[in-house]
């Protein structure tokens, strides 16, 4: 048995190895949190900033004649609070497929000024299949394992079409997501022990064997999935069946639903805005959150506020931040 012991200055943890030869055992000792906290004292900021780029992503739509939905939290906070649910810190559409591609390709060929779109095909170890429109000038870690920077954000989802058959729909779906999964796995850097880890449990065996694969390849494997998401994504024309889809939302099959549900845009205030969501709002948000209207229980009013790293005040390279939270790591 050999004992290594080290202290992790940047990270303040404590970290026991014990290589055996079944594995290897991991023990943390937690000193205090890497997260960063928005506080109550930075929040109002916070928010002016993310609806500061909501301003502009309206600005373009309405330029370009491009149609968006408010989505997920933002949608119940237009409707139940006129704004941002207080204990969220995140702004949420989706596009069309049609409207999304066409939003690309003009930010793409636009000079946005403060702002700028990153997208899993302009940035790298983006592990994300959907959008994020920025503000320049700051600086956020999503993941402390992905080395993956941006500015404060605005997320934008492509709403695709899918399959007429729902069973087909949700195939479709389900292996999109294992896709997705594996572009998420490869985007992040292992230390080596992290990556002896996977070693030891036989359930990590999998992504031990995605990550050797991008360990010898990385961005030929990435366009490999990319292009194979996008191939499903593609696959059923947006309004050529009844059904639609946010491939790379989270919950699941629920991501599936019907088309009528995506009708004209039904305008509500929020934070000072005009906002779009989608006229069959009522039906998708019952479909995923029940009946949102209803305040939830205090202690499920989960707040977000927690993040890997930020910064209000800077863009700051991605050496840089990833030496700020300790993280030094192979490939």
């Known amino acids: 048995m050999i004992l290594y012991n080290f202290y992790e200055q940047k990270t303040k943890k404590i970290f026991l190895f014990l290589i055996i030869p079944k594995g290897i055992t991991t023990f943390a000792i937690e000193k205090s949190s890497l997260m960063q906290e928005i506080t109550p004292e930075l929040q109002p ?43 969220d810190d995140d702004i949420d559409v989706f ?9 690309l390709k003009i930010c793409e060929e636009t000079d946005l000024g403060d702002y700028e779109l990153h997208t899993p095909y302009n940035t790298d170890n983006f592990f994300m299949y959907f959008s994020k429109l920025c503000r320049k000038g700051t600086t956020i870690l999503e993941r402390r ?12 989802f492509p709403l695709d079409g899918t399959a007429e058959d729902m069973e087909e729909a949700l195939r479709l779906k389900r292996h999109f997501t294992k896709l997705q999964n594996r ?37 030929s494997y990435r366009r490999q999935l990319l292009a194979k998401l996008d ?11 009844s059904h639609v889809v ?37 039906h998708y948000l019952r479909h995923f959150f029940g ?31 990833m030496h700020k939270v300790g993280r030094h790591y192979c490939k």
């Open 145 to 156: 394992d992905t080395p993956c920077t941006y500015g404060l954000f605005v997320d934008i």
């Open 231 to 241: 191939s499903i994504a593609r696959q059923h024309a947006f309004g050529s069946t």
């Open 45 to 87: 900021r916070w928010n002016a900033i993310i609806l500061d780029v909501l301003k502009k992503l309206i600005a373009i739509c309405e330029e370009h004649h491009i149609t968006y939905y408010c989505c997920g939290g933002t949608a119940i906070g237009a409707i139940r609070h006129h704004g941002m649910i207080p204990w």
């Open 291 to 321: 009946d949102y209207m209803q305040l939830p229980p205090i202690e499920k009013r989960e707040s977000h506020h927690y993040k890997e790293y930020f910064n209000m005040d800077a863009a700051e390279p991605i050496e840089v931040v």
């Open 95 to 103: 596009m069309a497929r049609p409207d999304y591609d066409r939003f």
């Open 183 to 219: 572009l998420a796995i490869i985007s992040t850097r292992y230390t080596f022990w992290e990556w002896l880890r996977l070693l030891g449990d036989t359930y990590e065996w999998g992504r031990f064997c995605y990550k050797m694969r991008a360990f010898l390849g990385r961005k």
């Open 246 to 282: 946010v491939y790379p939302g989270i919950y699941g099959d629920k991501e599936v639903y019907p088309r009528a549900w995506v009708s004209g845009p039904v305008k509500f205030p929020f934070e000072g805005l005009e906002v779009c969501l989608s006229g069959g709002y009522d």
